[in-house]
């Protein structure tokens, strides 16, 4: 098949993937959510971009990941610009999909404050885990992750378990992505060429990791493990029901 079809279908079932999750990731009774965001690009990275191009679809796109450490679901996600706007929409999609008060912990990414308070209110308890990296290695190793070499918890509202302010198991969870998503590998020539082909893309994944794969360690998928479906998807379940 011509990869254009392959895209286009891509895009069809990805948009379907979307509106499964708008619908089912609805009332939710998560504990804890620990938030993170995982860049990419479309077309072409940042410093290759021109006056001339569209800045709101091509150069860096982040994706933003919510996810529930206790259930391994992922709740909410947004694709766009590291930005305010686009921080505060992904906390308000979240804040809505919950059904309790909950424990939010996020990095230091500055807009995050601002975009819970907008979201949540005074209806959250939320922690950030601030990590300080040692300088990034010259030579040979210069393209491992450096390593983290001091961490604070910082409390900005609520009353949050300092204990379980972390955002440990959403980091791992970019590494899901990147091997799941050849368009997020890094050091690679797979990218997307439109905005839309890397959210079908995201939206499927999301959809796949919730309701068809089984997670090793809950021996079941994570929308079992949070009640949102009480049995294991199939694939072709999957793609048959975003035609609907």
Known sequence: MHRDTICRLLVEVG???AKIMDERMRDLSCRRIQVDEIWGFVGKKQRWITPQDDRNRLGDMWTFVALDPDTKLVPAYRVGKRTRPHAVAFMTDLSERLANRVQLS?????????????????DVDYGQAVKFYEAEPIGPG????PRVVDQQKIVIA?????AHISTSLVERQ????RM???????LTNAFSKKVENLKAAVSLHFCHYNFVRLHKTLRMTPAMAAGVDNRLWSLEELVDRTSK
């Open 174 to 177: 970019n590494l899901t992505m």
């Open 142 to 145: 210069r393209y491992s992750p």
């Open 15 to 17: 948009e379907g993937c």
């Open 158 to 162: 609520g009353s949050p378990d300092q």
């Open 106 to 122: 996020s990095d230091a990414l500055n807009t995050y404050v601002d975009a819970v308070e907008r979201a949540f209110g005074a």
């Open 180 to 186: 799941s998503m050849r368009r997020f590998t890094r």
